[in-house]
């Protein structure tokens, strides 16, 4: 199973930036894709942003476009979210997932469906507060 290990979370004051890192290991295929998923205290989880080592495609939520990134790094086996322009509504936890095979090559803008997912990570907590 995959071991995902995320980190960099905070307390950050808004508008200014974070970058998140999730740190995988145990890949049974080399066909793989990471997502990042965020959860707000009383909220549904949502997927904000993922990409694809298959095929390089990326999906971002809506309402993150333009200020989320998200980076891998093949050597390091880690993905990245960069995050700037922090809002209050951006406090979460936030963590990664992971899905190997065929959902792993989703096609741009369109991001794996959760019953995909088959490894977590544990979350780090954001918090954006004046």
């Known amino acids: 199973q995959v071991q995902l290990v995320e980190s960099g979370g905070g307390l950050v004051q808004p508008g200014e930036s974070l970058r998140l890192s999730c740190a995988a290991s145990?890949?049974?295929?080399?066909?793989?894709?990471i997502c990042w998923f965020r959860q707000a205290p009383g909220k549904k989880r949502e997927g904000v942003s993922c990409?694809?080592?298959?095929?390089?495609?990326?999906y971002y939520l809506n309402t993150v476009k333009g200020r989320f990134t998200i980076s891998k790094d093949n050597a390091k086996s880690t993905v990245y979210l960069q995050i700037d322009n922090l809002k209050p509504e951006d406090t979460a936890v936030y963590s990664c997932?992971?899905?190997?095979?065929?959902?792993?090559?989703?096609?741009?803008?369109?991001?794996?469906?959760?019953?995909?997912?088959?490894?977590w990570g544990q979350g780090t907590q954001v918090t954006v507060s004046s």
């Open positions: 990409i694809s080592g298959s095929n390089g495609n990326t």
């Open positions: 145990g890949f049974t295929s080399e066909h793989w894709a």
């Open positions: 997932a992971a899905v190997e095979g065929a959902p792993s090559f989703f096609p741009a803008g369109i991001r794996p469906a959760d019953s995909a997912f088959t490894s």
